[in-house]
């Protein structure tokens, strides 16, 4: 089977990825009952958005949304990768090609420019 396929590193690349689309199909699965509920597909005091219309599907929802805000979420996912991916190079951060946790994000939490932008880590945001 896949377990005896490639090196380790390849086992590591199988296992980060297994761990990247779970989250994705999480986070899907989480946004799409989310954009189900009457608070959010129903009617806004404040629209969240130009050309929002409400009681729409979630694919209607989607559909609706301008451009420039897709592509700020494609922006945020993509910033996401990059820095899970060690684009820093913090201290004592291994990838996970190279012995490190596939899944592992190195702590954020206090950065982001003047008063630490960041409240959370993406690893264990709650220290659990």
């Given at each position: 089977?896949?377990?005896?396929l490639g090196s380790e590193r390849t086992?590591?690349?199988f296992k980060a990825a297994e761990t990247k689309h779970g989250r994705v199909a999480m986070a899907a699965f989480l946004g799409f009952i989310a954009q189900c509920t009457p608070q959010v597909s129903g009617e806004h005091t404040f629209a969240p958005y130009r050309?929002?219309?409400a009681?729409?599907?979630p694919q209607e929802q989607w559909d609706n949304i301008p451009t420039i805000g897709k592509l700020q979420i494609f922006?945020?996912?993509g910033m996401l990768e990059s820095y899970g991916e060690?684009?820093?190079?913090?201290d004592g951060y291994v990838h996970y090609m190279r012995g490190g946790k596939p899944g592992y994000y190195p702590e954020i939490k206090g950065k982001g420019?003047?008063?630490g932008h960041f409240l959370f880590n993406l690893w264990?945001?709650?220290q659990l």
């Open positions: 089977g896949l377990s005896e086992q590591a690349w050309g929002y219309v009681g729409c599907s922006i945020l996912i060690g684009a820093s190079q913090p420019g003047p008063g264990d945001p709650f």
